[in-house]
C-alpha cells in the first residue's frame, strides 16, 4: 500500500527565506506526482505536475524535483513571501489506478 | 465555468438523515474524482468516474456512501444514515481524461458537519 510522508509538519520561516519542503512515498511504480497548496478553509490549488519520467517542473519562483528510484520529491520555494503561507500538499498517482494518495501536508508561515 | 464548484459550501445534519452533495467539473472534463478530507490529514480518495460509469469506487467506506454522475458531467455524493464519524470536508477533482499526464483541478469542497 502507497504511503506519502511530508516533512516536516511545520515550517516557520521568515520573509524571503529560500526553503525546501520534502515528500516520500514507499512506492517507487507511480505515473506522476503533483503538489498542490491549500488555504484555510479552502480547496487545493495544483502548484505542479512532475510525471514519472521527468526530473522537476518549474513555475515562477517554485521549483519541484522528483527521484522516483528513491520516493523522494522536493518543493523548492525561492524569495519565500508572507503570501505563500498555506499547507503544501504532495500526492501520488500509482501505476495502475486513477486515484491520488496524498501526505498530510507541511504547513508553512512566512514572517514578514 | 471556470474551475470545478461544488454545493453547498457548508452542510449541518443530524445523525441518521439523509444528504447530497454536488460537484460541477470543469467544461469538457470526462474524469472526476470524490475526495474527503479530514481535520489534520491529506485527503482520501473515495470513487471515480470515467465519464457516467463509476470506474473505481474502492474507496468508499461503506454500502451508506453512493454517487452517480448520469450524464457525465454534475456529479452527487450520497450518504444515508449520516454518522457523526462522517464529518468532514468532502472534495470534488476533475481532469482532462485520465491520461496520465492530466492534472487534477480541485473544488473548494464542501464542509459536512453531522451533530
Known amino acids: 500500500k502507497q504511503e506519502v510522508t511530508q516533512i516536516p509538519a511545520a515550517l516557520s520561516v521568515p520573509e524571503g527565506e529560500n526553503l525546501v519542503l520534502n515528500c516520500s512515498f514507499t512506492?517507487?511504480?507511480?505515473?506522476?506526482l503533483q503538489w498542490f497548496r491549500q488555504d484555510p478553509g479552502k480547496g487545493l490549488t495544483s502548484l505542479l505536475l512532475?510525471?514519472?519520467?521527468?526530473r522537476e517542473q518549474t513555475s515562477g519562483r517554485l521549483n519541484a524535483s522528483l527521484d522516483k528510484s528513491s520516493g523522494r520529491s522536493t518543493l523548492y520555494i525561492a524569495a519565500s513571501q508572507p503570501g505563500d503561507s498555506a499547507t503544501y500538499l504532495c500526492a501520488v498517482r500509482q501505476g495502475g489506478s486513477e486515484k491520488l494518495v496524498f501526505g498530510k501536508g507541511t504547513k508553512l508561515t512566512v514572517n514578514p | 465555468g471556470a474551475g470545478v464548484s461544488q454545493t453547498p459550501s457548508n452542510k449541518v445534519t443530524e445523525k441518521g438523515k439523509y444528504v447530497e452533495l454536488r460537484c460541477d467539473p470543469i467544461s469538457g472534463h470526462t474524469a472526476l474524482y470524490w475526495y474527503r478530507q479530514s481535520l489534520g490529514q491529506g485527503p482520501e480518495f473515495l470513487i471515480y468516474f470515467q465519464g457516467t460509469g463509476a470506474a473505481d469506487d474502492s474507496g468508499l467506506p461503506n454500502d451508506r456512501f453512493f454517487a452517480v454522475r448520469p450524464e457525465g458531467s454534475v456529479s452527487t455524493l450520497k450518504i444515508q444514515r449520516t454518522e457523526r464519524g462522517d464529518s468532514a470536508v468532502y472534495l470534488c477533482?476533475?481532469?482532462?481524461?485520465?491520461?496520465?499526464?492530466?492534472?487534477?483541478?480541485f473544488g473548494p469542497g464542501t464542509r459536512l458537519t453531522v451533530l
Open positions: 512506492d517507487s511504480a507511480i505515473y506522476n
Open positions: 512532475i510525471q514519472s519520467s521527468q
Open positions: 477533482a476533475s481532469s482532462l481524461t485520465r491520461q496520465s499526464y492530466n492534472e487534477q483541478f
